[in-house]
């Protein structure tokens, strides 16, 4: 096994204040709305932030330069000990024409996070919000103009380990960078969300693992399980873990249900973070601290374990009010059915295949802040470069 290489105690932080710029020569189309849906790559705006790390020196200046290719060896430490994390994060175009991003000291505490849990350099939060903000600020004007709002785009923050030494080890070279692209919408698929449960031979996440942590290699693993759920007519898998069949997350989303307990009372539960089996999603948060701020009164806030079973009993004795699902990519998604070894749960939607009214009320609070109809302080403004 190879060494480990402590940083050096001079080791530069992350400064956004050294930020250079780099515009491109060679300005690209925005493309319209059907290209994006048919493309198969997503489409990127004309730059990104790039801002490479080294053991000994630390952080370098980050620059601003054209959207391209990396040039990796092929013995990069990213592409063979999973030493890769991201986050993922919107732009959103406010119809006050203002561009926001929502709570994005969230995601960037979470990167550090992430980063630390596989050894790779961790980035200060400020710094790297000032980053995204930065290239957002040159490319928001053309690729989400004021004539789209209601629209967004995706930020994509990422770090890998670019050592080029085989060999177990934290990696001694690092590199930060953040694209932005186009991603399409998926909160209301035709009759809600279709969820198939976990296969029994497969978790997505396990205590003592990487669950709470956004990494590859929570992804990867997936894939194969989410494809058979899919080519069966459900749009995503509802991860259960342990003997009891406990219900974590749903795909890549947070899973929320609301029911009526046995005592009558409504309340909104979903999976704790205490065991860390789970993402601390930045949605998920929001959901629970306005549901507990705005909804107090009508239904008990929850985050605690429960099983499928319980879900099955609850379908049983007609106590289950609605479902969702809560994440950045799917933002809120009413939930219409669980399938589980051959039973399903039907889960009410409102009229015509709308949210119910509690995720309805939740959906329509986030985005009001996101599109800048509510101010908050969870909107933090773009400033945009002319």
Partial sequence: MAPTTAASPEASCLDASKLTYSYTTAPRDVPSEATIRSSDETVCTDHMIV???????????????????????PTASCLHYAHECFEGLKAYRGYDSKVRLFRPNRNARRLQMSAARIALPTVDDDALEKLM???LSVDCPKWLPQDRPG????????????????????????????????MPRMDMPAGGKRLLTSPEDTVRSWVGGFGYA?????????????????????????????????CTEAGGSNFFVVWKR????????????????????????SCLELAKERLGDQVEVSERKFTIDELFEAAAENRIVESFAAGTAWFICPISLIHHRGREIAIPMGPDDTPGEITGNIKNWLGDIMYGRTEHEWGVVVPEKN
């Avoid at 194969?224 to 873990?241: E, K, P, V």
């Fill in 133 to 135: 903000m930065a290239v």
């Fill in 151 to 182: 629209k967004f785009l995706y930020v994509r923050p990422t770090i890998i380990g670019t050592n080029s030494q085989l060999g177990i080890q934290s990696p001694t070279k690092a590199l930060l960078y953040i694209i932005v692209g186009y």
């Fill in 51 to 73: 801002a490479s790390w080294t053991a000994r020196e630390g952080w370098a200046a980050p620059e601003l330069k054209p959207f391209g290719p990396f040039s990796l060896l």
């Fill in 262 to 285: 046995k005592d009558g009372r409504k309340e909104l539960v979903t999976a704790p973070l205490d065991d860390r089996l789970i993402l601390d999603g930045v949605t998920r948060r």
């Fill in 214 to 246: 956004k990494v590859g290699a929570n992804y990867g693993p997936s894939v194969n399980a989410t494809r058979d759920a899919y080519n069966s007519g459900f749009h995503q898998i509802l991860w259960l873990y342990g003997s009891q069949g406990e």
